[in-house]
């Protein structure tokens, strides 16, 4: 017998309450042990398929038959919709850090590339670790786990665009770069580039990353709607924003003012993510936390 048919059935529960089969909704679930320990967070917009999934794949690896293994009781958490479910396993990963979640977990300090001019003119990347209340975000370009990674980025952002990696500070040296001397440079660095061009060029390259600012002075609330409500499942959630931040998801507006709101200032770039997203795509309604009035996305604007 292999290990992931040794595996006995776990028990199913929602919270304190135990039922015969998991919910065919969108939510979270947890993986636990015996002893209740959080073994594996996951997310589906119909937790029943994923949870037979997880037991009926051929291609499970010794890691994940071990998890299986081990799994006592799998807890389930429905939601209004994907949002939910995707912010509040974000978080939950975060917070609990599952033995099994390899992806997604807290890092300390997030790195962000900002641009400042040298003497000559010409704009350099400098590498910044921040909150988003130690950086202006509309002048921050991507958000990167380590300043290791956000120097990688820069270094390929440069040579796949052929700026100067010279006057853009990567490069120790006078005279030619070594880009320049292989053909891959457009001659900044010894002035057959003007600072303007390539600071245009640097600047578009990197538009597509730059950090949104969060349009909103005030706390909002993302409403979410359940398509057609499982008998389990909320028929609508209020997930609670502010700066980019996820700061839980309520049953009502009500209860979502009854939060302080001001722990919590790191920048999480999956939470980013997940927002820029789902309010690009206009699915759920944006509202004013203290007047409920709808906002418009992305200028921030009251909706009269």
């Not at 990696?165 to 040296?173: A, H, I, K």
Request: net charge positive; aromatic share 8%.
């Amino acid at each position: 017998m292999t290990l992931a048919q040794s595996a006995c059935k776990p028990q199913y529960s929602l919270g304190d309450e135990y039922v015969e089969a998991p919910p065919r909704c969108p939510g979270v679930y947890r993986f636990l042990d015996g002893e209740g320990q959080v073994l594996y967070v996951g997310k589906s917009i119909d937790m029943r398929s994923r949870i037979r999934s997880h037991y009926a794949s051929s291609s499970q690896t010794e890691r994940q038959k071990r998890m299986l293994h081990g799994t006592r009781r799998i807890d389930f958490r429905p939601t209004a919709g994907e949002a939910g479910a995707l912010l509040l396993e974000n978080a939950a990963i975060k917070r609990e850090i599952p033995l099994y979640n390899r992806r997604q977990r807290s890092v300390r300090r997030l790195w962000s590339i900002v641009l400042t001019a040298n003497a000559a003119g010409f704009l350099q990347p400098e590498l910044e670790s921040f909150s988003l209340e130690g950086l202006d975000v509309r002048a921050a370009y991507g958000s990167y786990r380590s300043r290791y990674h956000a120097r990688q980025a820069m270094d390929k952002l440069a040579r796949s665009e052929q700026l100067c990696p010279g006057v853009l500070g990567l490069e120790r040296g006078k005279g030619p770069c070594f880009q320049r001397q292989i053909g891959r440079c457009q001659g900044a660095c010894v002035g057959g580039e003007a600072p303007d061009a390539h600071n245009a060029r640097l600047q578009s390259a990197l538009a597509s990353r730059r950090l949104s600012a969060w349009p909103i002075t005030t706390p909002v609330l993302l409403r979410e709607l359940a398509e057609k409500p499982d008998m389990h499942q909320p028929a609508q959630e209020y997930h609670l924003l502010h700066n980019w931040m996820y700061l839980g998801t309520y049953a009502s507006p009500e209860a979502a003012r009854a939060v302080d709101g001001a722990g919590g200032t790191m920048f999480d770039r999956d939470t980013h993510r997940i927002l820029r997203a789902t309010l690009g795509r206009g699915e759920c309604d944006l509202l004013d936390l203290e007047s409920m009035k709808a906002v418009d996305w992305p200028t921030g604007e009251l909706i009269p």
